[in-house]
């Protein structure tokens, strides 16, 4: 009977230890979920709003970091480019403008689940929508309509990846894919 209880014993030991060492990755200090990175744009609107350090303590309040970050005056053929998915749309030019008419903070963002929480924390692009909707959303706070919608979130990984690329890194031929996010 002795020997029964000691066997039973050593199999939970040994089952539980391998179950914990199974599943560490699960409990890990990250929550076993990789870390994203994001772009993040805070659009001219928002920088002559002075509503740039109430979004980043939005940003940071949320739980992301800002690994990187730069004041970028884009010109017309920058701003063409990054939004080249969108040239055939009548709000094209319009967009292109509006981008041009002063200073963007660009950052990379990151955390776990970091681009949808993002976008998330941004709310509807359409900010009149966004007050109805989202009321605490960055986009309730300083956007003004779907154009001048105060900030830009990237809208998949691939976009993300492309998006930082474009700001952060050399660029190498065109910017042109897709995403829906204005």
Known sequence: MTIRLILLRSRFCFCF???????SGVFASNGGMK?????????PDGLRG???????GAIVESGFRILEERIVELDEDRASRFYAEHSSRSFFPNLVKYMTSGPVCIMVLEKQNAIADW???IGPTDSVKAKATHPN??????????????????????????E????FEEET??????????
């Open 17 to 23: 230890f391998f179950v914990a060492v199974a599943f």
């Open 137 to 162: 959303s960055i986009r309730a706070m300083c956007g003004l309509d779907s154009e001048k919608n105060c900030v830009h979130g990237s809208d998949s990984l691939l976009s993300a990846q492309r």
């Open 50 to 56: 002075n509503y740039t350090e109430r979004i980043k």
């Open 164 to 167: 930082i690329s474009f700001f």
């Open 35 to 43: 870390m994203e990175k994001t772009l993040a744009m805070i659009k």
């Open 173 to 182: 031929g065109e910017m042109v894919g897709n995403h829906d996010e204005l």
């Open 119 to 121: 976008r998330a924390l």
